[in-house]
């Protein structure tokens, strides 16, 4: 007896410290207070930075590591030398950094660094400070960075910079020293190659003097609209102050980066959403599709009113789209988009990188190691979203568009697991198709399995359960199993962690004894349920549902006006399924796999034949290609 209550205390005491790890995370803090003056006419920027780091982990901390971004954007560097020699290099690099003058580059330097007032040392290493603690941090304490540092902004080439294409002023992006992340598998000082980012939570106090002819927006709360005569305060009116310089005073709480950008031509509206977000919209008053960027509010709050009711709701009072960049890239509570677009382009390009306020700026995904998350259930969310908006009366589902890219890649011997570093792809091609294509069908493919309803609970719950916490793909999984009640690690070890692939294919129909027996066949390494669906003669349909064993359970029935019979459990080591039907082949009119199209089976021919007028099997044709 007394054995049975220590297991059971064992047990017990084992499920309360998981259950507290999950709801209880912890997650490193920053307070970043900077003070920046910009140079309009050098480009050149120097900066004083406050940071109070509270170290919220059970480690000491001896060492900080310290991103420099800008150090990309020279010759020679990490980023000039992998685009130089990737197959297949993105059109707005190439050799372009090889090419910057020592005027067009861009730099971070830091010229003092002191802990708790004492100096420290530290290396720069590219894109890296390397930084030595003068005593450690422990657990669960603060202490304190001053910094003085000063930069140059780079021409712009990616993402950051000075006089981008549209001739926008200043896309000042990843333009402060930012701290790395530490977590529970350590410090994420990865060097800036491409990719995407990683930042920690924290409030962002900053102050930006400029010339007085530049109107500028970006992350935060403007706090001092009325005092620089700026309309954030008043219809959105720019005003410009007739000093030399402006002080533009900023606030961001709980993000995990900064970012801004300023132009003497910005034109500056703002529109309030109903329940949602004052969204502000600064662009390029020369810019050639103005009247896009004119029509764009309006967009903006049916989009904020979909989005929040949706996916979950966008917890911030303010978004800000801003004109700049390279193309479109998402920062806490705004974006950078380029300008020179039509209607629908313009909304498309913003509900995308709006949605990263979801699924990286509110959930902050680590991007350099689930850009599939972040990219993926981005592209999920606004191919739903731009069918609202643009097509409601659809009953299309609109993510099926990427199974096409995503079978192109499945075959042609080139695709990598999605687990790869997004740094460390081969192509850029395979890292664009697996992030924003296979991304989103996974999610797609996800409703397939467990219903389309406990995909949409699930991803809602997932928001609510994980914003501020940086969640992993495990948290993915294990909120989509408590929420269909199914298991689901099968499902993410192949599609997530291989590259196997799914092909299924109706093998053989022998009639026997005025009945027809049905046999199944699983080609592809990748196990998963099926639906069968069967049409008779007579016009009735019925589909004949058929588990994986390892599921532990069946989704629920998604159309109540089609008979649905479950099956026996399909065990994943046989590698062939027999369904019996009690009518004979002639009074079958079709049978098919997954007629819903959302199984990313490679080989979808092979899932569907039709009973000919004399009792032939009809299997259909592949389509001729032009």
């Known amino acids: 007896m007394k054995k049975i209550s220590l297991l059971v205390l064992a047990i017990s005491t084992l499920f309360l410290t998981s259950f ?30 406050k940071l109070t780091y509270t170290n919220n982990s059970p480690d000491t901390l001896t060492k900080v590591y310290y991103h420099l971004y800008f150090n990309a954007f020279q010759p020679g560097s990490m980023m000039d030398t992998r685009s130089l020699n990737i197959i297949d290099p993105d059109s707005r690099v190439g050799d372009r950094i090889a090419k910057l003058s020592k005027d067009e580059i861009g730099y971070q330097k830091i010229n003092s660094l002191k802990q708790d007032g004492k100096d420290l040392n530290y290396q720069i290493v590219g894109t890296i ?49 930012k701290l790395s992340e530490y977590d529970y598998e350590g410090w994420h000082a990865n060097p800036y190659i491409a990719r995407e980012f990683h930042g920690v939570w924290g409030d962002f106090d900053v102050s930006i003097t400029i010339d007085s002819k530049y109107v500028l927006g970006g992350s935060g709360y403007l706090q001092n609209g009325n005092e620089i005569g700026f309309g954030y305060e ?26 801004w950008a300023a132009d003497p031509d910005y034109i500056h509206t703002k529109i309030q959403v109903p329940d949602g977000p004052m969204v502000h919209m600064l662009y390029d008053k020369n810019t050639a599709d103005i009247e896009a960027w004119e029509q764009l509010p309006a967009y903006m709050v049916n989009m904020f009113g979909f989005m929040n009711k949706t996916f979950g709701k966008y917890p911030y009072k303010q978004f800000s789209v801003v004109h700049g960049g390279d193309g479109g890239m998402e920062y806490p509570m705004s974006t950078l988009v380029t300008g020179n677009r039509n209607i629908r382009s313009l909304v498309g390009v913003t509900i995308h990188e709006a949605f990263h306020s979801w699924y990286q700026g509110v959930l902050g995904f680590n991007e350099s190691k689930y850009p599939w998350m972040d990219e993926g259930f981005t592209s999920w969310a606004s191919a739903i979203t731009s069918q609202h908006i643009f097509n409601p009366d659809s009953k299309e589902n609109p993510s099926l568009r990427s199974y096409p890219t995503y079978f192109y890649q499945a075959l042609s011997g080139a695709e990598e697991p999605l687990t790869t570093h997004a740094d460390h792809y081969i192509t850029n091609r395979s890292y664009g198709i697996n992030s924003y294509v296979k991304g989103s069908v996974i999610l797609t493919q996800l409703g397939y399995v467990i219903g389309e309803d406990n995909l949409m609970k699930g991803m809602r719950r997932f928001f609510t359960t994980w914003k501020f916490r940086h969640p992993t793909a495990n948290d993915h999984m294990r909120v989509m199993e408590k929420v269909s009640g199914l298991e689901l690690d099968w499902y993410y070890e192949h599609f997530v962690n291989t590259t196997n692939q799914i092909d299924y294919k109706i093998d053989t129909l022998i009639e026997v004894n005025n009945s027809t027996q049905i046999t199944l066949r699983r080609i592809g390494e990748m196990m998963m349920p099926i639906d069968l669906e069967i049409e008779y003669i007579d016009g009735t349909t019925e589909l004949r549902y058929i588990p994986l064993r390892i599921m532990r359970g069946e989704k629920p029935v998604e159309n109540n006006d089609l008979m649905r019979i479950t099956e026996e459990d399909w065990p994943w080591t046989h590698p062939t399924y027999e369904v019996q039907l009690s009518k004979p082949i002639n009074e079958i009119k079709r049978i098919e796999i997954d007629p819903s199209k959302r199984m990313a089976d490679v080989d979808s021919l092979t899932n569907k034949i039709e009973v000919g007028e004399n009792g032939e099997l009809i299997r259909p044709l592949p389509e001729k290609k032009e």
């Open 129 to 177: 400070a390397e930084v030595n603690l003068k005593h450690p941090i422990l657990p669960h304490s603060k202490t304190i960075f001053d910094m003085e540092f000063e930069g140059q902004v780079p021409v712009q080439i990616r993402r950051s910079g000075r006089n981008s294409k549209e001739d926008i002023s200043y896309s000042m992006s990843q333009w402060y020293p």
């Open 234 to 259: 008043d219809e959105g009116v720019a005003i410009k102050n007739i000093g030399k310089t402006n002080t533009w005073h900023f606030i961001a709480p709980n993000v995990h980066d900064f970012m």
């Open 20 to 49: 507290a790890q999950e709801q209880n995370r912890w997650q490193q803090h920053v307070n970043y207070v900077m003070n920046v003056n910009m140079n309009v006419e050098n480009h050149k920027f120097t900066g004083v930075q």
